[in-house]
């Protein structure tokens, strides 16, 4: 279809330099013997940034006249249907495809679905079937009336033709390095045909000897009474029932005690078969060691049974202790016994019986297989028995009984026999015992260090009642007229001071001015009075003069820094000149500075703002109202709040850990470390939106990024920072000048061609030709 160039969509001649008007089309010349048409079922839409699948219906006919649209009309151009390719499903990124292909020398249609080819009835192509299966999409119409020799489908993404003329019968020359090939696959086939019968010729060899054994002693191998018999392992006699290898040496070692016995609870893992077919057994196979009638270890029966005797008789003992619990108990003739130990020492004594059970049955070592994995486990058990001791939640550190009296209580001395039955090696503490005094003590000075921390947090905070209070402070960007010298702390300090004054029983008390994180290794200042009053007013903390001696009395300081004014007489206040001690090390500040500038280009993850613009202009509302952040005040004092590090959800995220930009300075990291906040993030405005970014992020990546927040086209942004237009996409952030706090305006062109209504434009013309796309990017296709 013929398309002029006019206006704004004029043609750009490289011979003139200049737009022309001009006509573009398409001029078929020659074509194919088969002829493959892709119908545009994938779209991409510019509303959503992703593919889309047009579901609506498109006529094709079987018979494809292409005479009209050729340049030459002298030949014979008749194609005829051969294939049909469907796609099933609503979305472009998943779904089903399936193939309808026309067998050439028959004319009969074949259905390719995976693994399964079915033959279709008659020699019509059927395509209602798969319509039927398709998922409904949202503008769902009414299949169109297709007369004969043509199709609807709503599902066909690709036709292909052939042409009428060629021949039906096709003779075809296999190469001579293609026979070759085949024909080496052939003897390699009957190569394994020919082993896999040989190993069946041995299998059944074998399988007739062992059937003429496994029929002559079967008759024999149960054990009549009063005979002499053998215990061997059921799993080995089933391996020689069932498989048709010869089966392994016999092993009994797994069902042995640590005694070198017949364990008692592996009986079940044992079969008892008549001495004479154990005779044989051993003399063919090998193994051992020979199970026989004296094989039961009988301490092992007797110490199963007492636990099991224990173990019934545990719930007459639970309540004959509940009731003893009852009674009060008189004088001091009871013992001391925890009360979580009362409250779970039932669970306590069957687990403890349960464990007994265990380390009989696994004490073997060559039952383990390996003894050091048995010693770890018996470790392993051990350090559990102790966690679980009765009554050791009463035992102070010092192995005496604990001061707390909560946490225990006096039962009789009945009760405490019951419970000595099942814990023989629990503590013993009779109610006349005395508690820890060593505990005694430490409580004591606990007591006395709480009361000592009350009261020099109450002194501190009433001689230092400025520090406490921000408002009280003073400021150097309007320096106070009452005084010309003001000292200097880490805002460290004074955030770690206050902490212990509002708690000081769970704070520890600070006894010292660490004033050389303010400093570089030679001693010198690392802050200039500008920088202080600045972007380095948040690591410091200024202190009058009167303060400073309390400070002194109070804390131990390890240098002393002030910053002093000097003015003239009857000068003006702001010719004032300012002088620190100790003075500013120039060459500290200037690395410290030139690695801030290398860190703000060389960071792993930081915040940076997209501002979307039209016209020049900040707008409002962005195209994805329901992502937009809200601007009320107290909705940017949370955000502003919250914690570095922590993933804003309405913003998209692609890299990972965050991680703090690096510092090299070695004081810069130890008050990083120390918690010194930076400044004042940068707040957001309605519109605005933050993402997470690193240095090496290329442009791209974040014009994805984008698309996906703003419904805004990779191809349709134009991004600018500081006036600077952004359009290298293969550059990263950190070379295109993008630092951590960087707002960067988005103007988004407006798309031309409208995707989104294509669906209704292909309703409409079904069965016929869409009409052409029109855009200054889009080309015929």
Same mark, same amino acid.
Request: charged content about 30%; aromatic content about 8%.
């Given at each position: 279809?013929?398309?002029?160039?006019?206006?704004?969509?004029?043609?750009?001649?490289?011979?003139?330099?200049?737009?022309?008007?001009?006509?573009?089309?398409?001029?078929?010349?020659?074509?194919?013997?088969?002829?493959?048409?892709?119908?545009?079922?994938?779209?991409?839409?510019?509303?959503?940034?992703?593919?889309?699948?047009?579901?609506?219906?498109?006529?094709?006919?079987?018979?494809?006249?292409?005479?009209?649209?050729?340049?030459?009309?002298?030949?014979?151009?008749?194609?005829?249907?051969?294939?049909?390719?469907?796609?099933?499903?609503?979305?472009?990124?998943?779904?089903?495809?399936?193939?309808?292909?026309?067998?050439?020398?028959?004319?009969?249609?074949?259905?390719?679905?995976?693994?399964?080819?079915?033959?279709?009835?008659?020699?019509?192509?059927?395509?209602?079937?798969?319509?039927?299966?398709?998922?409904?999409?949202?503008?769902?119409?009414?299949?169109?009336?297709?007369?004969?020799?043509?199709?609807?489908?709503?599902?066909?993404?690709?036709?292909?033709?052939?042409?009428?003329?060629?021949?039906?019968?096709?003779?075809?020359?296999?190469?001579?390095?293609?026979?070759?090939?085949?024909?080496?696959?052939?003897?390699?086939?009957?190569?394994?045909?020919?082993?896999?019968?040989?190993?069946?010729?041995?299998?059944?060899?074998?399988?007739?000897?062992?059937?003429?054994?496994?029929?002559?002693?079967?008759?024999?191998?149960?054990?009549?009474?009063?005979?002499?018999?053998?215990?061997?392992?059921?799993?080995?006699?089933?391996?020689?029932?069932?498989?048709?290898?010869?089966?392994?040496?016999?092993?009994?070692?797994?069902?042995?005690?640590?005694?070198?016995?017949?364990?008692?609870?592996?009986?079940?893992?044992?079969?008892?078969?008549?001495?004479?077919?154990?005779?044989?057994?051993?003399?063919?196979?090998?193994?051992?060691?020979?199970?026989?009638?004296?094989?039961?270890?009988?301490?092992?029966?007797?110490?199963?049974?007492?636990?099991?005797?224990?173990?019934?008789?545990?719930?007459?003992?639970?309540?004959?202790?509940?009731?003893?619990?009852?009674? #009060?108990?008189?004088? *001091?003739?009871?013992?001391?016994?925890?009360?979580?130990? $009362?409250? =779970? @020492?039932? %669970?306590?004594?069957? +687990?403890?019986?349960?464990?007994?059970?265990?380390?009989?049955?696994?004490?073997?070592?060559?039952?383990?297989?390996?003894?050091?994995?048995?010693?770890?486990?018996?470790?392993?058990?051990?350090?559990?028995?102790?966690?679980?001791?009765?009554?050791?939640?009463?035992?102070?550190?010092?192995?005496?009984?604990?001061?707390?009296?909560?946490?225990?209580?006096?039962?009789?001395?009945?009760?405490?026999?019951?419970?000595?039955?099942?814990?023989?090696?629990?503590?013993?503490?009779?109610?006349?015992?005395?508690?820890?005094?060593?505990?005694?003590?430490?409580?004591?000075?606990?007591?006395?260090?709480?009361?000592?921390?009350?009261?020099?947090?109450?002194?501190?905070? #009433?001689?230092?009642? *400025?520090?406490?209070?921000?408002?009280?402070?003073?400021? $150097?960007? =309007? @320096?106070? %007229?009452?005084?010309? +010298?003001?000292?200097?702390?880490?805002?460290?300090?004074?955030?770690?001071?206050?902490?212990?004054?509002?708690?000081?029983?769970?704070?520890?008390?600070?006894?010292?001015?660490?004033?050389?994180?303010?400093?570089?290794?030679?001693?010198?200042?690392?802050?200039?009075?500008?920088?202080?009053?600045?972007?380095?007013?948040?690591?410091?903390?200024?202190?009058?003069?009167?303060?400073?001696?309390?400070?002194?009395?109070?804390?131990?300081?390890?240098?002393?820094?002030?910053?002093?004014?000097?003015?003239?007489?009857?000068?003006?206040?702001?010719?004032?000149?300012?002088?620190?001690?100790?003075?500013?090390?120039?060459?500290?500040?200037?690395?410290?500075?030139?690695?801030?500038?290398?860190?703000?280009?060389?960071?792993?993850?930081?915040?940076?703002?997209?501002?979307?613009?039209?016209?020049?202009?900040?707008?409002?509302?962005?195209?994805?109202?329901?992502?937009?952040?809200?601007?009320?005040?107290?909705?940017?004092?949370?955000?502003?709040?919250?914690?570095?590090?922590?993933?804003?959800?309405?913003?998209?995220?692609?890299?990972?850990?965050?991680?703090?930009?690096?510092?090299?300075?070695?004081?810069?990291?130890?008050?990083?470390?120390?918690?010194?906040?930076?400044?004042?993030?940068?707040?957001?405005?309605?519109?605005?939106?933050?993402?997470?970014?690193?240095?090496?992020?290329?442009?791209?990546?974040?014009?994805?990024?984008?698309?996906?927040?703003?419904?805004?086209?990779?191809?349709?942004?134009?991004?600018?920072?500081?006036?600077?237009?952004?359009?290298?996409?293969?550059?990263?952030?950190?070379?295109?000048?993008?630092?951590?706090?960087?707002?960067?305006?988005?103007?988004?062109?407006?798309?031309?061609?409208?995707?989104?209504?294509?669906?209704?434009?292909?309703?409409?013309?079904?069965?016929?030709?869409?009409?052409?796309?029109?855009?200054?990017?889009?080309?015929?296709?």
């Amino acid at each position: 279809q013929e398309e002029k160039l006019e206006g704004d969509n004029r043609y750009f001649c490289e011979t003139c330099q200049s737009k022309q008007n001009a006509t573009r089309k398409i001029r078929l010349l020659s074509l194919p013997c088969t002829l493959n048409l892709q119908l545009m079922r994938f779209v991409f839409d510019r509303q959503t940034g992703h593919k889309k699948k047009l579901n609506t219906y498109i006529g094709f006919s079987e018979l494809l006249d292409m005479e009209p649209f050729m340049e030459q009309k002298n030949g014979v151009y008749v194609y005829e249907l051969s294939a049909v390719l469907i796609h099933r499903g609503v979305s472009a990124y998943s779904g089903h495809y399936i193939a309808h292909v026309k067998d050439p020398q028959t004319g009969e249609w074949y259905k390719f679905n995976d693994e399964d080819i079915e033959k279709m009835e008659g020699k019509k192509l059927q395509l209602g079937i798969e319509e039927d299966l398709a998922e409904p999409s949202k503008s769902q119409t009414r299949k169109p009336k297709c007369g004969k020799g043509t199709h609807c489908s709503r599902n066909a993404y690709m036709l292909v033709y052939r042409l009428q003329t060629r021949e039906k019968s096709l003779t075809v020359e296999v190469p001579a390095f293609l026979q070759e090939l085949v024909e080496r696959d052939n003897c390699k086939f009957e190569e394994w045909c020919n082993e896999m019968a040989e190993m069946r010729k041995q299998s059944v060899a074998r399988g007739k000897i062992k059937h003429e054994e496994v029929k002559e002693l079967y008759k024999r191998l149960p054990a009549e009474a009063g005979s002499p018999y053998d215990f061997i392992s059921l799993e080995w006699l089933q391996k020689w029932l069932d498989e048709s290898t010869p089966p392994k040496p016999i092993d009994n070692t797994a069902c042995l005690c640590s005694h070198g016995k017949l364990h008692p609870d592996k009986i079940s893992m044992m079969k008892r078969i008549s001495e004479y077919v154990a005779d044989f057994f051993y003399r063919r196979y090998g193994g051992g060691p020979r199970l026989n009638v004296k094989a039961l270890c009988k301490d092992c029966v007797v110490e199963r049974c007492r636990i099991l005797r224990l173990k019934n008789q545990l719930n007459e003992d639970y309540k004959t202790v509940t009731n003893l619990l009852k009674i #009060t108990v008189k004088g *001091n003739d009871g013992f001391w016994v925890g009360k979580a130990s $009362l409250r =779970s @020492w039932r %669970q306590l004594a069957l +687990e403890q019986l349960n464990e007994q059970d265990e380390d009989a049955e696994h004490s073997n070592g060559k039952m383990n297989g390996n003894a050091q994995k048995g010693n770890e486990s018996n470790e392993e058990k051990r350090e559990e028995e102790e966690e679980l001791n009765f009554n050791e939640d009463i035992v102070c550190p010092h192995g005496d009984l604990c001061i707390s009296e909560n946490d225990r209580r006096v039962v009789s001395k009945e009760a405490w026999e019951k419970l000595k039955q099942y814990f023989p090696k629990a503590p013993e503490f009779p109610n006349s015992k005395e508690c820890c005094s060593q505990c005694k003590i430490l409580e004591r000075e606990g007591e006395e260090n709480e009361a000592l921390h009350k009261m020099m947090a109450s002194e501190q905070k #009433t001689s230092l009642q *400025n520090l406490f209070h921000d408002k009280c402070r003073p400021c $150097l960007g =309007s @320096w106070p %007229q009452e005084t010309d +010298e003001l000292y200097i702390v880490s805002q460290f300090f004074v955030e770690e001071w206050r902490k212990f004054v509002r708690r000081p029983t769970r704070c520890s008390p600070v006894s010292s001015v660490g004033n050389s994180a303010l400093l570089c290794p030679h001693g010198g200042l690392m802050f200039t009075y500008a920088s202080m009053t600045k972007e380095d007013s948040k690591l410091i903390a200024l202190i009058w003069p009167s303060e400073w001696e309390r400070i002194q009395k109070l804390f131990v300081v390890d240098h002393v820094i002030k910053i002093t004014r000097t003015r003239a007489a009857g000068a003006d206040p702001e010719s004032a000149v300012y002088t620190s001690e100790p003075q500013l090390c120039p060459e500290c500040r200037e690395g410290l500075l030139c690695q801030q500038q290398r860190d703000l280009r060389e960071y792993t993850q930081a915040t940076i703002y997209i501002h979307k613009v039209v016209d020049n202009k900040k707008v409002m509302k962005d195209a994805a109202p329901e992502l937009n952040v809200s601007s009320s005040e107290a909705e940017e004092e949370r955000e502003e709040n919250k914690p570095e590090g922590e993933q804003d959800p309405d913003f998209n995220q692609t890299n990972g850990g965050a991680k703090r930009q690096k510092i090299s300075h070695q004081n810069y990291i130890t008050y990083q470390k120390q918690g010194i906040r930076r400044s004042t993030r940068h707040r957001k405005v309605r519109g605005e939106k933050a993402f997470l970014v690193s240095a090496n992020q290329t442009l791209k990546d974040l014009k994805i990024q984008i698309m996906n927040a703003f419904s805004v086209a990779t191809f349709d942004q134009n991004l600018s920072i500081d006036g600077k237009i952004l359009s290298d996409d293969t550059a990263t952030l950190g070379s295109l000048g993008v630092i951590p706090e960087s707002v960067i305006l988005l103007k988004a062109d407006e798309p031309i061609a409208d995707y989104a209504a294509m669906d209704d434009i292909m309703q409409g013309g079904a069965g016929g030709t869409p009409a052409g796309f029109r855009g200054s990017g889009e080309g015929a296709s």
